[in-house]
């Protein structure tokens, strides 16, 4: 839909990777460049070893999400060295062997939805265990969140805050 803003998951086929964190420079140049190609507004993104949530707003004429992702994915992948285990339908396709075919996508809703994927972004890095401070991650748009005045710098969920959709386990 043109104009929406969407929440995305991406993921890496081998989810036991870091290539993207290993190689943040070439992912954050793959974005540039199709952001230059097809705009669009990042609300919110963090990139962790293996996969990454972001949100992003589209231009009013142009809802085409998933054509920025091809191109993003394909940008990252002719830059990176070849060599990862390729199945015999992605080498029928002459597809790499890097990125998830499909990826995640959801419609913000309305202004709690996107309170709390905005939450679930910045919180990732600690749900999964890489720092204990959502500040300590530096693949994170939180830095800038915190510089906008969106956080302050040592925010976490409460017990009670809802980090997208779901309930922080104690």
Not at 31 to 58: E, Q, S
Not at 88 to 113: L, P, Y
Request: with cysteine; proline share 5%; glycine share 6%.
């Amino acid at each position: 839909m043109a104009g929406a803003t969407y929440f995305f998951t991406v993921n890496l086929l081998d989810r036991n990777s870091n290539l993207l964190i290993d190689h943040i420079d070439t992912l954050r140049q793959a974005v540039a460049r199709v952001r230059t190609l097809m705009p669009f507004h990042i609300d919110a993104w963090v990139v962790l070893p293996d996969h990454l949530h972001c949100i992003w707003t589209l231009p009013e004429q142009d809802g085409n999400f998933p054509k920025r992702w091809q191109a993003i994915k394909m940008g990252f992948s002719r830059k990176i060295t070849l060599g990862e285990t390729l199945s015999a339908s992605r080498q029928k396709r002459g597809e790499r062997g890097i990125w998830q075919r499909r990826f995640w996508e959801h419609t913000i809703r309305n202004d709690c939805d996107y309170a709390a994927h905005m939450d679930y972004v910045h919180f990732n890095p600690v749900k999964h265990g890489y720092v204990e401070q959502t500040a300590d991650w530096k693949f994170s748009s939180f830095h800038r969140a915190i510089r906008q005045g969106l956080y302050p710098q040592t925010w976490m969920p409460s017990d009670d805050t809802e980090v997208g959709g779901e309930r922080p386990q104690p």
